[in-house]
């Protein structure tokens, strides 16, 4: 168990490496001069020296990647263009309100999909099973931003239920925040419960064909021991994996239910900075988001001989 | 005997049928089962003997309704329990054992706590006196209890899954043990020792047994009654050497003559052998590159086998042998880390591509599996002709036309060139294999498993079809096998393996009717000997394991039981 | 071909039949539209749908269903190109390290499993930031991040074939290693690639209607549907249609995809299970 511990925390590092130098060459690949871009057209002739030296640009490649991985470990991405603040703070506070709203919705989407995937798979091709993976299927092909702008034209101007914009933080008011939050929840909770049914439906049956559930059945177990029992545990791993899949995708994906209810969050950032050619800041969100993105899949990872203890022996 | 008691389970005209389409699956079957008594179901696929069983418990598939008939398990009908009441029998009064050890146990729930569930559903035992009959089930059965209870099932051996999942049924004292196909996935050795373990707790318990199986000798051995199924049908029932040596219907008899018997010794001419193999040596992890870390696993200990022009030799031995290994080394498919390998003189090395073509065509392989070794998106005519590429000077319409000639010889019509492999049944696609195999007329043929995966009948026609073509071109064939009843009658001579070793050879009949070696006494006394009896049936005649000398065995003759 | 002889489930008749519309709209749209979908008309502006322009005209005096064909057509033409790129690309090297194994495939691994672990459309937005927020960029960043899928599908599909007995009769027949490649297994890797392709081709649309949706993608005056939604916020008091239509697109097209491609992976799926 510890090897398989130790082994996985070891994969995740060239993973991570990789990625890093990924960013790096992604931001490097602009043309022009790296000091520039970091400074952007304001700078001064003096500051761009400075930072030319700092950069280590009339060193080697590797050499400056060296340089600047040194500094992301010690937490130094840079500095906002835009806003002149140091970059790492600024994704962080970002990404507490995108998380926030993430986790909220991912949890609540599991909550209901897993067990209705699992009813689902119970009464294959009965009717239930039809509505269910209609209703699915339907929810995860309206794309998020168009969902958004539906819940908030129906609860936001029509009924004028919520409030359209903004955001407030919860250090502010908690109840408001609450309410703020609940559109941009509901858009991401209708669209992953399709993904998450889906694959707990197909896991599910994958599980009831096989013959341990019907020796289950033939102690005398109830229906309800029988998948509770039995087939959850099984089946709920390659949900597991998908759960961390779903929360990676979001994090990016979330760009445009933030932009749908102007909410300031990470993916909000991370395509104002593209317009702002804010290239710290794009290296930044870059890189924080897959390093979130790794641990994870990591956690995940550790967890799943849970529910699958096979996994420990090979 | 006595009055007859009324019997434990009486099935009386019981239909099955597919749902949607209104297939029958199982007709009008009717049988009855005394307490304690040992019943066998016989039947090949698509007999509809595991469906019939399974609606005993009422636990048929949901895509099969049952559309007449009756069962009735002490007296009360089956069909007409509440679901409550089905629950209250299964396990407790009807238990189940199923065919494929490796799926049967729960992975994600530790072995303690699945055997104990039936406890806890049927019984009103305290933990702590739980946990006392289940030690002392799993002890009865062979298995360690302090290190099985809080193991998971993957951390066992099929043949120790098969004892916990028979523990696990016992535990509860069913009066009726419903046996699945259950040791057919075992090792032939493994095989018999569940058998009995099986046998053994039923007797203790006065548990009547239903065994539902394929393996007409394993079913004869130990029930007393025999049922025979084909096509959803009961053909034939009675007591079972009776049934064996008089066989009324048809299909019967044509079950029983499938059954492997031994053949006429031939005299094999002496010649320099065709394939020489000198102290093989192969290890996993051995293929090209380094595995990093050490030697591996070693597959085979130095080999020594010759196999003369127009020899039947047979390989046999459990998993783990490493008869497959051998077979696929001999073939090229593996590189061998020592010793040598000789064709019709010439050394096979990895450097001279001429040998190696030559080789090619002269040697050729049958595989086990018909699913696997056909290219599922080709069609049966290119399948054959594929092997035709390497042979020069064909036109067209020659290949055509040598295609048709094989497949006529192994039994198929031109019309079959232009199907798919899906399309055919298992014997087929093993004629097809053959097929392709024979076309170029190789002076060697390997033949991995090539019946095992096939039905019993379809098993027969295979094997004869094979000796005739053997007979017919003449070539040598090394023919690997874990079922020493099919070697029995296939084989000229016969090579025992065991752990990567050869443990005993030598001629068919010397290694039958004398066996050295204590493995070889073991695999021997799993399959029976085979004596026709006038009517058309057979008497069946099994040898006794014994550990005694070499000498006092071959003084004794078979040894006479049942 | 003969083998398709089994009744094709509703799922892949009512999929199909979207998707085919698609294509067909996309194709139209190409040559022909009812109106020329960047003429400027201020006399029709914010028209209701109905009458001469049948979905309506946006703030421009556009007709909105001009534009859906031809933002149709647009975002068909950049998915297709993204996903072909990316199927290209990937199944080359899927296949080869499939079968080369050792050094080659460990190092291509490690790099695709570092392009998998930035999560789907952050890859997007990284590469559209350099390669330009414009149609070429967005196929350029679609298919790099979508070649990890492939590359590993292809793999996948490679590697368990490698154990299958027919590449070992073929090998015993004589047929040299690259024959047996591409007689044996590369087709039968277009089964689950089938699959991908057509679940990437809906990923890829949604992705590209997402980032015009941004800003990103298509820039106007083209016309794609997600920036069509885009501009539509700004009038939802007075043309909530601008709003509803673009959406009932992307929708129904992905909703089609996403029925064909189950359908496509009931049928392959029993067939790769070694035929019941």
Known sequence: MLGFIVKRLLMALPTLFIVAVSVFVLVRLVPGDPASLLLGDMATPSALADLQRRLGLDRSLPAQFGIWFSHVLQGDLGQSITSQQPVLPLVWDRFLVSGRLVIVAVFLAVLVAVPAGMIAAWRQNSLTDLVLVGTSTLLLSIPTFWLGLLILLLFGLKLGWLPVVGHVSFAQSPGHALMYMIMPVLTLFLHEIGVVMRMARASTLEVLRLDYITHARAKGLSEREVMWRHAFRNSFGPTWTLIGLVLGNLLGGIAVVETVFSIPGLGRLLVDSIFGRDYPVIQGCLLFVAFVYVVVNLVVDLLYPLFDPRVTAS | MSTPAAPLLRVQDLSLAVAHSGTRVVDRVSFTLQAGELVGIVGESGSGKTLAARAIMGLEPPAIRRIGGEIEFAGRSVPAMTPAELRDLRGARVGMVFQEPMTSLNPAMRVGRQLEEGLIRHTKFAPDERRRLIAEMLLRVGIDADAALQAYPHEFSGGMRQRIMLASVMLLKPALLLADEPTTALDAVVQREVIELMVGLARDHATAVLMISHDLAMVARYTQRVIVMCRGEIVEQGPTEQLLRQPQHPYTRRLLAAMPRRSPARAVAAAPPLVDVRQLVVDYGSRRGLFGKGPGKRALHGIDITIQPREVVAVVGGSGSGKTTLGRAIAGLLQPSAGEIRFDGQRLGTTDAAVWRDYRLNCQMVFQDPNSSLDPRMSVGALVGEALRQVPGLSRAQRQARIVESLNEVGLDAGHASRFPHELSGGQRQRVAIARAVIRRPRFVIADEPVSALDMTVRAQILELFAALQERHGFACMFVSHDLAVVEQVADRVIVMQDGRIVEQGSRDAVFDQPQHEYTRRLLSAIPALQASGDGGVRLKWRIEDAGTAAAQAARPLGLIG | ?276
Not at chain 3, 96 to 110: N, P, Q
Not at chain 3, 211 to 231: C, D, E, I, Q, R
Request: charged share 15%; net charge positive; aromatic share 10%.
């Open chain 3, 1 to 276: 071909m003969k083998r398709f002889k089994r009744r094709l489930a509703p799922n892949a008749w009512i999929g199909g039949l979207i998707v085919g519309s698609l294509l067909l709209v996309a194709g139209v749209g190409a040559f022909w539209t009812p109106y020329d979908p960047l003429a400027l008309n201020f006399t029709a502006q914010l028209a209701p749908p109905g009458g001469d322009y049948w979905l309506g005209t946006d703030e421009f005096g556009r007709d909105v269903l001009s534009r859906l064909m031809v933002g149709a057509t647009t975002s068909a033409w950049i998915s297709l190109l993204s996903v072909g790129c990316a199927v290209l690309v990937g199944t080359a090297l899927g296949v080869l390290t499939g079968y080369l194994r050792g050094a080659v495939d460990r190092v291509i691994m490690a790099f695709n499993d570092a392009l998998m672990a930035f999560p789907g459309i952050l890859l997007a937005l990284g590469l559209m930031a350099v390669l330009g927020a414009n149609r070429y960029g967005i196929i350029g960043a679609l298919a790099v991040a979508y070649t990890p899928s492939v590359l590993r599908v292809v793999r996948g599909s490679v590697l368990s074939l490698r154990e299958r007995e027919f590449i070992d009769a073929s090998r015993v027949m004589g047929n040299s290693g690259l024959f047996t490649m591409g007689r044996h297994v590369l087709p039968n890797c277009v089964a689950p690639l089938t699959v991908l392709a057509t679940s990437m081709f809906g990923w890829a649309l949604l992705a590209e209607s997402a980032l015009s949706f941004l800003g990103l993608g298509v820039p106007p005056p083209a016309p794609t549907w997600g920036n069509m939604l885009a501009a539509s916020r700004s009038h939802f008091d007075e043309a909530v249609w601008l709003g509803i239509f673009p959406g009932i697109c992307i929708s129904l097209t992905l909703l089609g995809i996403n029925l064909l491609g189950d359908a496509l992976r009931d049928r392959f799926d029993p067939r790769m299970r070694g035929l019941q």
